[in-house]
């Protein structure tokens, strides 16, 4: 199966490279599609070094899959010229996520949505997608009425040059700022732009997007999202107010057997999730699960997650995982 990798040399496309590769997705060819800026350069793919082509040879190439990551406006322009050529699609960017016409999908929740007339398919926001594999269980056994999440996210969710500029503080290097203020020894309490009801962009993907995967409208969402100086995952402190009460024991057993989910809480032994630990996995870890004693039928929980891998790259690769397996591809 020949596969194009657009946008193959930034962190997420370099990462997707990897997930591929690690989780032997059957590629007999990969094919990688960056700007025209890096056309020549050349990106390694299980041992074997690829030239990196243009948007439009990628299409030429005729591969059945392109996994984009390569932002909004490019798959705005390109991803729908991808589908025309009978390519299938599925896109990192915000894009097309609240298209009521194209899918958004995490397999361990909503993967049977899928059919075969999608062409593009979207990948939700790296805090939503390990959110909604830690809600969806609960979800189905006691009915959430209300989310409250605040998060606390890498710099690798930014990009490399947040990267670079956590790194060039930590040493007092000048360099290129990512973000308007320093964000080692920070915390910089905005994600993407601010929007006219006071939340930001990346605040209103999370409640959005919940609604949309979980197919459920009902469920109320509000979001406080947050940058901090740490590399390898995402944390999110999520409060969760149910129409069914619930036994701390029984949450954790469900959690415990869910898809994708791993259960790190063991408070004599202060085991808990943390992003040094989630970092190059492809799971979603919750621990310091408890009741909430401020209000009845609910619930506090820790979730950890790679922003980069279960975030982006691993899921789109899952996606295609399960578009194989039902003969979608």
């Known amino acids: 199966m020949k596969v194009a990798v657009v946008g193959a040399t930034g962190l997420v496309g370099t990462k997707m490279l990897q997930v591929l590769a690690e989780r032997n997705f059957p590629v007999t060819e990969i094919v990688p599609v960056a700007s025209e800026r890096s ?25 059945a899959l392109a996994i984009f990551s390569a932002g909004g406006g490019t798959s705005l322009e390109w991803a729908p010229q991808y589908a025309a050529a009978g390519i299938r699609v599925i896109d990192n960017s915000s894009a097309w996520r609240m298209d009521p016409t194209k899918k958004l999908v995490v397999p361990e929740v909503n993967a049977s949505v899928l059919t075969n007339e999608d062409y593009i398919i979207a990948n939700p926001n790296c805090s939503t997608i390990q959110m909604v594999v830690a809600l969806q269980p609960l979800h189905l056994k006691y009915k959430i009425k209300r989310v409250v999440v605040s998060t606390y996210q890498s ?14 503080e930590r040493k007092a290097v000048e360099g290129e700022m990512a973000y308007k203020y320093p964000i080692d020894l920070n915390v910089i309490p905005q994600i993407d732009v601010f929007l006219d009801n006071g939340y930001t962009k990346e605040e209103m993907k999370m409640v959005l997007e919940t609604n949309k995967i979980m197919q459920d409208n009902s469920i109320r969402v509000t ?25 701390v024991n029984e949450v954790k057993s469900l959690l415990a057997a869910a898809p994708g989910v791993v259960v790190q809480d063991d408070l004599p032994n202060q085991i808990y999730p943390m992003p040094l630990w989630a970092h190059e996995k492809d799971e979603v870890f919750v621990g310091r699960i408890r009741r909430d004693e401020s209000q009845d039928k ?10 980069l891998r279960k975030g982006a790259a691993t899921n789109a690769v899952q996606i295609a995982e ?7 591809l």
Not at 298 to 307: E, G, H, R
Not at 322 to 328: R, S, T, V
Request: charged share 20%.
């Open 223 to 247: 979001a406080t999202t947050v940058r901090i100086p740490v590399v390898g995952g995402h944390s999110e402190s999520v409060n969760i107010e149910f129409e069914n009460d619930f036994t």
């Open 39 to 63: 056309v020549g350069k050349e990106v390694s793919f299980k041992g074997k070094a690829y030239k990196v082509v243009s948007m439009a040879d990628g299409i030429a190439a005729k591969p």
């Open 298 to 307: 609910t619930l506090n929980m820790w979730i950890v997650s790679d922003n």
């Open 155 to 168: 710099v690798t969710g930014t990009g490399k040059k947040a990267v670079d500029q956590l790194f060039n």
């Open 322 to 328: 399960y578009m194989l397996a039902n003969g979608l």
